[in-house]
């Protein structure tokens, strides 16, 4: 009996909690705040002009992923999802679709405010 109660309460001694991962440092600069590398920052609310092919559109949750070529001074080229900031303006386009947009840099993130096909034989 006293064998099983030792046992017992071995076996409850409590473990050592594992380490915490550092917490960041406030004057560290969020991830990506800097932007992508060989890009200067965003500038806030100023519009970016960008063309690319739409590859999908999902209107239900209000965004479009484009494949775009670089936007200059916001990223290098890359497939992305981006969301719009009025809805109607993935009813103009189609998956497949070469289109020019204006992404706008928030705070809260990028949006299109700008979405529509490019013209046809357009030069790139």
């Known amino acids: 009996m ?23 440092r406030a004057d560290s600069p969020p991830a990506g705040a800097n932007g992508p590398a060989g890009f200067p920052p965003a500038v806030m609310n100023k519009p970016y002009p960008g063309t690319g092919v739409v590859v999908q559109i999902n209107r239900q949750e209000g965004w479009i992923e484009i494949n775009h070529e670089e936007i200059k001074d916001l990223m290098p080229a890359m497939q992305m999802e981006f969301w719009v900031r009025d809805e109607s303006l993935l009813d103009q386009v189609k998956a497949g679709d070469r289109v020019d947009f204006t992404v706008l840099e928030t705070t809260g993130g990028e949006y299109l405010t700008e979405l529509k096909r490019s013209a046809p034989g357009a030069a790139r």
Do not use: E
């Open 2 to 24: 006293v064998i099983a109660i030792a046992l017992l309460i071995g076996s409850c001694q409590r473990s050592n909690p594992p380490a915490a991962s550092p917490a960041p």
